[in-house]
């Protein structure tokens, strides 16, 4: 069974930490993807990755950086963490081509 | 600028009733469309993936359409069952064929027994 694997389901960190989202995938797709969803903003993309090495900024990047050293790994970083970054994180990925994306089962971060 | 909606953003409907869900797009230039299912506090779970050139595409008793023209899809549910309840959200690329997808704020089902 193909999947999409975030390293944790819940996460509780304090402000000013930095924080490490880490989503692995088996299916060797090119595309990874990290949104956020929060009530009422739907899920918003923060960062892009279609190679290794790869990336690009969506539509919310700020406080955040992304790493991309092996095409099965996809990590998010929140640089120095803030109550504002409380949302569930969820991470995708797809074959080039845009074949559909696979999502991984989310992590909620909580900030205080 | 793509703009996915769905209306209603939530839905009631009793156990048995066949149901529509919408979703409209602005940039009628897509080469497909997405559905999912969300259940509470879990991750998105694809349903059904409607190339352009196939209009519809089915899986079991969820049948979605995807009409370029009209800047529509629909997805439709048979004889819904309370395991149908959940948010569904559609999503579609942001022009063409890109890699990215913008996505609907969803419509929640409820079906009641």
């Known amino acids: 069974d193909v999947k999409v694997t975030q390293s944790s389901r819940y996460l509780v960190k304090r402000t000013g930490e930095k924080v490490f989202l880490e989503c692995v995938q088996d299916?060797?797709?090119?595309?990874m993807f990290w949104y956020r969803q929060d009530p009422g903003l739907g899920l918003r993309l923060i960062y892009f990755s279609y190679d290794v090495k790869m990336k690009e900024k969506g539509d919310i990047p700020e406080g955040y950086s992304v790493s991309r050293e092996k095409k099965e790994r996809f990590s998010l970083i929140l640089e120095s963490a803030s109550t504002n970054q409380t949302s569930m994180y969820l991470c995708a990925s797809s074959f080039f081509g845009n074949y559909g994306y696979t999502f991984g089962s989310g992590t909620r971060l909580t900030v205080v | 600028k793509q703009e996915v909606t769905q209306i209603p953003a939530a839905l009631s409907v009793p156990e048995g009733e066949n149901l529509v869900l919408n979703c409209s797009f602005t940039?009628?230039?897509?080469?497909?469309l997405q559905w999912f299912r969300q259940d509470p506090g879990k991750g998105l779970t694809s349903l059904l993936l409607i190339q352009s050139s196939q209009r519809e595409q089915t899986s079991g008793r969820l049948n979605a359409s995807l009409d370029k023209s009209s800047g529509r899809s629909t997805l439709y549910i048979a004889a819904s069952q309370p395991g149908d309840s959940a948010t569904y959200l559609c999503a579609a690329p942001t022009q063409g064929g890109s890699e990215k997808l913008v996505f609907g704020k969803g419509t929640k089902l409820t079906v009641n027994p």
């Open positions: 940039d009628s230039a897509i080469y497909n």
């Open positions: 299916m060797d797709h090119e595309n």
